[in-house]
Nanobody, 128 residues
Framework: VQLVESGGGLVQAGGSLRLSCAAS????????MGWFRQAPGKEREFVVG????????YYADSVKGRFTISRDNAKNTLYLQMNSLKPEDTAVYYC??????????????????????WGQGTQVTVSS
């Protein structure tokens, strides 16, 4: 099982980036998927989760209205469109998948311990 993130980079405040997470080795189309991020010196935090169908999403308050998650199950790929970026969005961004289904409306969605597979991360740096 492998998750590979891409699309990170350096952008000015107010700019946009689109992250991708390509999954291989397993079909993830029946599983909730999530994006997390980790800033230097801080714990990894939940950003957003999406149901297996893509029809339901759950965003952290800090990114609501600015970030949009989507998925293409045919391509086994997860996306994160990030607009109106702020310096506080600077972090390494990770995609993650659990071995067992996670309810989108439960607290487990936001816990790193609920996820079993992680990508290597992609760096997003937002300059002021």
């Amino acid at each position: 099982v492998q998750l590979v993130e891409s699309g990170g980079g350096l952008v000015q405040a107010g700019g946009s980036l689109r992250l991708s997470c390509a999954a291989s080795g397993r079909t993830f189309s029946r599983y909730t998927m999530g994006w997390f991020r980790q800033a230097p010196g801080k714990e990894r935090e939940f950003v957003v989760g999406i149901s297996w169908s893509g029809g339901n999403t759950y965003y952290a308050d800090s990114v609501k209205g600015r970030f949009t998650i989507s998925r293409d199950n045919a391509k086994n790929t997860l996306y994160l469109q990030m607009n109106s970026l702020k310096p506080e969005d600077t972090a390494v961004y990770y995609c993650a998948v659990p071995k067992t289904p996670i309810p989108l409306d439960g607290s487990n969605l936001r816990k790193t311990s609920s996820y079993d597979y992680w990508g290597q991360g992609t760096q997003v740096t937002v300059s002021s």
